[in-house]
């Protein structure tokens, strides 16, 4: 392969990476609709993630975990789709994870249908000896 051919491809891909962030920026609500925050024990953390799976499936999300530093303690876990995106994270102590429900502007979604997916995901995630609601979101 060419240099110049090299050149023009890899600017190429720059491009539509920046309009693809560029879009999603633009129709996802700047602040998170709803917020859950969980207690997940670092020995349940791989149920934990499995649960997080299982749910993102049955409810037609695509699923990403991914480590955010060494040491396989702190994860950024995204499940994405047309109309929400859930973001969950566990930046400032590993054991704490802070889930964020992102609506998208241009696909209507109601409020019922959001505190039903918060139910679920709720229902799909804390377990006994595993995740556990926060004290503060205990309701």
Known sequence: ??????????????AGLLWGTS???HTREEAPSRQIA???DSNARHEFFDRLGAFATR????????PTRPGEEYF?????REDIDIVALNSLEPQAFNVYFY???????TEA??????TEFKDS???PGGARLAPDDAK
Request: hydrophobic share 60%; aromatic share 6%; proline share 0%.
């Open 125 to 127: 995630v804390v377990s």
């Open 103 to 109: 609506l998208h502007k241009a696909h209507k979604i």
């Open 1 to 14: 392969m060419s240099t110049k051919l090299a050149l023009v491809l890899a600017v190429g891909c720059g």
């Open 113 to 118: 249908q959001v505190d039903a997916l918060v």
């Open 38 to 40: 969980l207690v997940v």
């Open 59 to 66: 409810q037609a999300f695509e699923f990403q975990i991914t």
């Open 76 to 80: 950024v876990v995204t499940m994405w």
């Open 23 to 25: 879009v999603n920026a």
